[in-house]
């Protein structure tokens, strides 16, 4: 142990003779602690709600996606599809066909504008049931609410393009028995409106190709690696982009909330460092006889310096513990208990979810660590530019 440690160790034990050194030493020790356990409770509670969101983003977004750099439609879509099919880790390849239309209930009552396309899984089972049979379509719960449909009803899509008919051009429109009313979330890019790839392409008029391939991966953390091969491969005229190049605005908008509320919080950790330094500044003070004392004997101000930063340092590593301490614990119980419950139907979630991330919590750990030797720099700076004949005289 080093002289700066005994020394610290000494004046932190020491000061409990004094109530009001032992109770300074402990409001800056219990502010630390507090703030360090909203910040982790904090980055937690937003860390469950942006796993859950990127898990759905990744559930409900294309994982990898070639488009054309120009044009309405791939060159040759064939050859891309055989490229992408033939990666490892691809799960499904399909098109993306879709466009702009009109929806509304058989009788005309209500009519809105939405966006179709083919349903990028399962698009077999938004086929006909039967020859007679409608085809099969997915509708948003917002679409559903407006149109006054529900799942077995019908209603009458109307696409934008037309053909031309004996009594002149007349709007391609089908219509589609509502198998699912689906639910999405306000910053989901999704269609209103699902149907198989035949009548999307029907309604769209691409008989063949396609705008874009979608593909699906095992894992969508390999979306990246797979874009990266598959830019070097294929020609200039294609366009690779991963669910998060897709997700890139909603991506920041998550990275700068967690960013600004890690400021916010971490001011209780600033003023729990205010603390820290009336605790250091008063036992400067206190200490200035010892002070005179070691500096007689030969103590050099860089030693006497490091005693009260090991003293700051001392007081943020406990604090910083108990604060951690208290945060992980209470995060893990809450998201272990579901203690926070929330209406599924609004939230889409049960429960408030609580993630504590083990990188995040090495920086709360790191900043208060950090903020809680700054705070006892300045004191310890006075300190060891403190004369021992003055020290001595000022101490009587």
Do not use: C
Not at 2 to 22: D, E, G, K, N, Q
Not at 326 to 351: C, E, K, N
Request: hydrophobic content about 50%; charged content about 20%.
């Amino acid at each position: 142990m080093t002289f700066p440690t005994f020394i610290a160790l000494r004046y932190l034990a020491a000061s409990r003779r004094r109530a009001h050194v032992a109770l300074i030493s402990t409001i800056s020790i219990l502010g630390l602690a507090v703030g360090v356990a909203a910040l982790v409770i904090s980055l937690s509670l937003l860390s469950g709600f942006q796993d859950r969101i990127r898990s759905q983003m990744a559930e409900r977004s294309p994982h990898v996606v070639v488009s054309a750099t120009r044009g309405a439609a791939l060159d040759d879509p064939e050859a891309v599809r055989r490229l992408l099919a033939s990666r490892p880790g691809v799960v499904s390849v399909s098109p993306a066909i879709g466009g702009r239309a009109w929806i509304s209930d058989l009788e005309g009552k209500s009519a809105l504008p939405v966006r179709y396309r083919n349903a990028p899984r399962e698009s077999e089972s938004l086929e006909p049931a039967s020859v007679d049979a409608p085809p099969r379509a997915r509708v948003t719960a917002s679409v559903a609410a407006r149109t006054g449909v529900s799942p077995g009803g019908k209603v009458r899509l109307t696409s934008s393009r037309t053909r031309l008919s004996p009594i002149g051009p007349l709007p391609v429109a089908v219509i589609f028995a509502v198998s699912e009313v689906t639910r999405v979330g306000a910053l989901e890019k999704t269609a209103e409106v699902e149907v198989s790839e035949r009548f999307a392409r029907l309604l769209s008029g691409t008989a063949e190709g396609a705008a874009a391939l979608e593909a699906r991966l095992e894992d969508p953390a390999g979306a990246e690696a797979l874009a990266a091969d598959l830019t070097s491969a294929l020609p200039d005229a294609y366009r690779v982009q991963t669910w998060k190049d897709l997700n890139a605005p909603l991506s920041f908008a998550l990275r700068l909330e967690k960013l600004v509320i890690f400021v916010t919080v971490a001011l209780v950790i600033v003023v729990a460092a205010l603390n820290i330094v009336s605790n250091v500044a008063l036992l400067v003070i206190e200490k200035k006889r010892d002070l005179g004392v070691l500096a007689s004997l030969g103590a050099t101000p860089e030693s006497l310096r490091r005693i009260y930063l090991t003293l700051g340092a001392l007081i943020g590593v406990l604090g910083t513990a108990g604060g951690l301490l208290l945060g992980i614990t209470t995060a893990t119980l809450l998201d272990r208990f579901r203690a926070v419950p929330l209406p599924a139907d609004v939230y889409l979630l049960t429960h408030v979810p609580f993630a504590v991330h083990p990188r995040e919590v090495i920086l709360v750990a790191a900043f208060a660590l950090a903020t809680a030797i700054g705070a006892a720099a300045l004191p310890a700076r006075a300190a060891a530019r403190l004369a021992p004949g003055e020290a001595l005289r000022l101490s009587r």
